[in-house]
T-cell receptor, first 116, second 114 residues
């Protein structure tokens, strides 16, 4: 593994079903993030984690939950999917949440989710 | 609340021409990032701008940051087809609950044609 991986690549899901999007990074980054991308809205932050064991809400957290049991993994769960959650989901990581000169975020390949 | 606005949202350019994409943001920040996204792909980091007056260049792209005006520009010189992509600016929050988090602009879809 090099960088950030996400699974699945794409998924079609019936409304009301539960779904977990997986994200794994091998860069030993402390901070991880979940974004959704919708045309005309750019990327919007769903949830974030500054370090293993902690999580926080972003701009659009409703209907989503996350956990951060270890440094490498940051799964995003939709407890009961709705059509408005149809989107492309990107996981990202950065070395530190707030320290460091660059604090550059690196992005995974994305998961395209369709909720019918 | 930090807001980031890009313009234009759509840009159709002829090869060889120059153009500028603008990124305005609403609150104090001294860290701004430009990303490129090809269709169906992830985001690729282009530039990291860390201070007022910062200017960075890579090939036909040049980015600058004016923190006093809360404005960044991405200038394209002598456009070529390979530059066709969506370009995002993202601003890092500097205080309160937004500290350390990126807020993205809407993206500019650039198409370069012969």
């Amino acid at each position: 593994i090099a960088g950030i991986t996400q699974a699945p690549t794409s998924q079609i899901l019936a409304a009301g079903r539960r779904m977990t999007l997986r994200c794994t990074q091998d860069m030993r980054h402390n901070a991880m993030y979940w974004y959704r991308q919708d045309l005309g809205l750019g990327l919007r932050l769903i949830h974030y984690s500054n370090t293993a064991g902690t999580t926080g809400k972003g701009e659009v957290p409703d209907g989503y939950s996350v956990s951060r049991a270890n440094t490498d993994d940051f799964p995003l769960t939709l407890a009961s999917a709705v059509p408005s959650q149809t989107s492309v989901y990107f996981c990202a990581s950065s070395r530190h949440a707030s320290e460091g000169v660059y604090n550059e975020q690196f992005f995974g390949p994305g998961t395209r989710l369709t909720v019918l | 609340e930090l807001k980031v606005e890009q313009n234009p949202l759509f840009l159709s350019m002829q090869e060889g021409k120059n153009y500028t994409i603008y990124c305005n943001y609403s609150t104090t920040s001294d860290r701004l990032y430009w990303y490129r996204q090809d269709p169906g792909k992830s985001l690729e980091s282009l530039f990291v701008l860390l201070s007022n007056g910062a200017v960075k260049q890579e090939g036909r792209l040049m980015a600058s940051l004016d923190t006093k005006a809360r404005l960044s520009t991405l200038h394209i010189t002598a456009a070529v087809h390979d530059l066709s992509a969506t370009y995002f600016c993202a601003v890092m929050g500097a205080g309160g609950t937004s500290y350390g988090k990126l807020t993205f602009g809407q993206g500019t879809i650039l198409t370069v044609h012969p």
